[in-house]
């Protein structure tokens, strides 16, 4: 077989790294430990795991596409470079004083996250650009380079000026001056970052890229050096924030664009899985070893949004974290997975996360010096996990050394037995992710009840019973590959990028060959990054402006057609303000804050799935104990290997039906059945296909 026929998808997870190879006529998937000290040690040892399974070399990959926590982690860890703000005189202070909202209206000792670069990094010159663009004070080179004397002892900088979305030309000025007097230290404009209007949010996304650069920077240069080493030629390929794939070197230069590139994959799996079956309504479930992630699919499309928060202080508080201004898959996203920690609080109740042990050193179960109890160790007590088929087999896990931690930090605590406390971290940290769910649906004003449940990641399948029973979600699809679904979507993304800018418009003033103008540049920059990876595919752009109301503080994103017309877009803008508002304001003006066009190459389409036939009875191949959480009672449950599993046959809950990367719990009053696709679907009894 030539190089041209293999894909390789690597998702670094907290806990697991996940791999995957597609190629002419079969699959691959496995996990590996992460290793946090150097990530890429356990690419390249799957890597070689994988390609020995699959009888090639790892010359044979054609192409490798990548998604990692990195960039996150070291945003919440704060373990980024050392790193200066320079921004406008009078303005130093905006990413520490924030928007002046109180997240928690009530709360009377309220405690702001700390800003990302503190008072004494941040630096001030004295120049000024209007908000229409004009200069009202032109910049001192002479003070630039004064300043650059100053800035010898830091690794990366970030420019932030007021208004640079309207006139990037000051920050490019600060740019040539740094460059010249500072060679050899990173730099980050948010004219190139983000263009776009508030301060706060423009000027905290440039410090969270220059905060991670170097780091990224060099963690992108090893792993390439070292894939090289190994006799990968192949070209490496980055999944961004927004749902696509971007080159590496674009990746090194906007690394804050990564922040959630392995939950984007995630949510591009499930929506390739909705296409397939025929779904418009799609809850995607993404449990891991650290976090678990909740995303709306519609019409096969994951929901977008232009902002997203890192590292909130206040679980599931808007404005309690950090704020991030690109394009994004919208999505809440928990610290409760595998690895979340339990413990009992001074008012004896149970708190899971949002801390977790992640693979150093892990679960208690996992026998690597870990003496907490992580939900791991709770399903493991309750009979979810295999102890000696863990991973397929490759690790064996330690029933005693759970049943310690869960006693010695829970149940012993609570006065009650190991299995108890077991089954209360797991009920606390399902109620976590359903409560997250809920709160999100609600703020999409959506009926999770009218929503089908798509379940992937390591430990999803064995929650997304339970967390269905609570959300009164009747039917469940677990896809083939679940446990890595992430590194599978990644292999399902289009090349693309987002380009964005604020440029203000009055709907009354509106002028097509203004917006032909900005849309044209927004078209040539996205472009320029697709083609950096793909020059010859075709491309096809999707246009979006950001509409309100004058006087309103907010705007609502509205999907435009290619051709500027004033009546075509006021039509479309008074049809999404409805949809979300059931009204629509009569005598206001109408104002274009932002635009942006996304340009992406075709995407491959799922193939549909056939109708089922006639269903025939599964024979379980073992049997096993397992608590059942919707009757709290421990029963016997039969045991079934995916493999053993048949199209079209049924198995009724309580059931196990197990894999190499995950396990699927079928809880009692719910039946599942296998598709012709693979998936395995699983619907409450009384509504069962």
């Not at 670094?12 to 791999?19: A, L, M, N």
Request: hydrophobic share 40%.
């Amino acid at each position: 077989m030539d190089q041209a026929d293999f894909r390789l998808g690597v998702d670094i997870g907290g806990t697991f790294t996940d791999v995957v190879l597609e190629g002419p006529g079969q699959a691959q998937s496995l996990k590996v430990l992460t290793t946090h000290q150097a990530p890429e040690d356990a690419i390249l040892d799957g890597i070689g795991q994988i390609c020995a399974t699959a009888g090639i070399q790892p010359a044979q990959i054609s192409r490798i596409i990548h998604g990692t926590t990195l960039a996150t982690n070291a945003l919440i860890e704060r373990r980024g470079a050392k790193t200066a703000l320079i921004t406008t005189k009078g303005f130093r202070d905006v990413i520490e004083m924030r928007t002046e909202s109180r997240f928690e209206q009530y709360d009377l000792n309220l405690r702001l996250p700390e800003a990302l670069i503190p008072r004494e990094d941040r630096h001030v010159i004295n120049e000024r650009i209007g908000a229409q663009g004009q200069v009202l004070r032109p910049l001192d080179r002479a003070e630039v380079e004064a300043l650059a004397d100053q800035l010898t002892g830091y690794t990366s900088i970030a420019v932030g000026l007021m208004h640079s979305y309207a006139n990037p030309a000051h920050e490019r000025q600060v740019a040539e001056v740094l460059r010249a007097r500072l060679p050899q230290v990173s730099l980050s404009l948010s004219s190139d970052v983000s263009p776009q209007m508030r301060e706060y949010e423009r000027f905290n996304t440039v410090c969270a890229n220059a905060y991670v650069k170097p780091v990224m920077h060099a963690y992108l240069g090893r792993l390439v050096e070292r894939l090289g080493g190994l006799g990968v030629a192949a070209p490496v390929y980055l999944m961004h924030s927004g749902g696509g794939i971007i080159g590496v070197d674009s990746a090194a230069e906007f690394p804050v664009r990564l922040v959630e590139s392995g939950p984007a994959g995630g949510a591009i799996f499930a929506a390739h899985i909705a296409s397939a079956h025929g779904l418009d309504r799609v809850l995607s479930f993404d449990m891991g070893g650290t976090t678990a992630k909740i995303c709306l699919i519609k019409n096969q499309t994951p929901k977008t949004s232009r902002v997203f928060e890192v590292a909130r202080s206040y679980r599931f508080k808007k404005g309690s974290g950090m704020p991030i201004s690109i394009p994004v898959i919208d999505m809440v996203e928990i610290g409760a997975g595998g690895g979340s920690l339990a413990s009992v609080d001074v008012m004896r109740q149970v708190r899971v996360g949002p801390e977790s042990a992640g693979s150093e050193p892990g679960p208690a179960c996992y026998d690597r010096g870990g003496t907490h109890p992580a939900v791991t160790d709770a399903d493991l007590l309750l009979g979810r996990l295999d102890p000696d088929d863990f991973a397929g087999g490759s690790m064996a896990l330690s029933v005693p050394a759970s049943r310690q931690a869960v006693t010695d930090h829970v149940a012993d605590r609570l006065e009650m037995d190991a299995e108890t406390g077991a089954f209360a971290i797991s009920e606390v940290v399902d109620e976590t992710m359903a409560n997250a769910a809920r709160a999100h649906a609600v703020e999409n004003g959506e009926d999770l009840g009218t929503y089908t449940m798509i379940a992937f990641g390591g430990a999803a399948p064995i929650h997304a019973g339970r967390l269905a029973e609570k959300l009164g979600v009747r039917r469940i699809l677990v896809p083939p590959g679940a446990g890595v679904g992430s590194a599978i979507g990644f292999l399902r993304a289009p090349f693309s990028f987002e380009a964005t800018r604020s440029t203000y418009m009055r709907m009354s003033e509106f002028s097509a060959q203004f917006v032909s103008n900005v849309l044209e540049e927004l078209k040539k920059e996205a472009s320029d990054f697709v083609r950096d990876c793909e020059p010859d595919a075709p491309l096809s752009y999707e246009i979006k402006g950001y509409f309100r109301y004058v006087g309103q503080g907010w705007e609502i994103p509205v999907d435009l057609p290619e051709t500027p017309d004033r009546d075509a877009y006021m039509r479309t803008f008074e049809e999404a303000y409805r949809t979300l508002f059931s009204r629509i304001v009569h005598g206001l003006d109408v104002e274009i804050t932002s635009w942006s066009v996304r340009c992406a190459t075709p995407v491959t389409p799922a193939e549909p799935v056939a109708a089922p036939g006639s269903p025939s009875a599964a024979a379980t191949t073992g049997q096993r104990t397992l608590f059942d959480a919707h009757t709290a009672e421990t029963q016997t449950a039969g045991v079934l290997h995916r493999d053993s599993f048949a199209c079209d046959q049924t198995l009724t809950g309580p059931a196990v039906i197990t894999e190499r990367e995950t396990t699927i719990i079928v809880p009692s009053g719910f039946s599942a059945r296998m598709r012709a696709d693979g998936c395995i679907d699983i619907q409450t009894q009384d509504h069962s296909a």
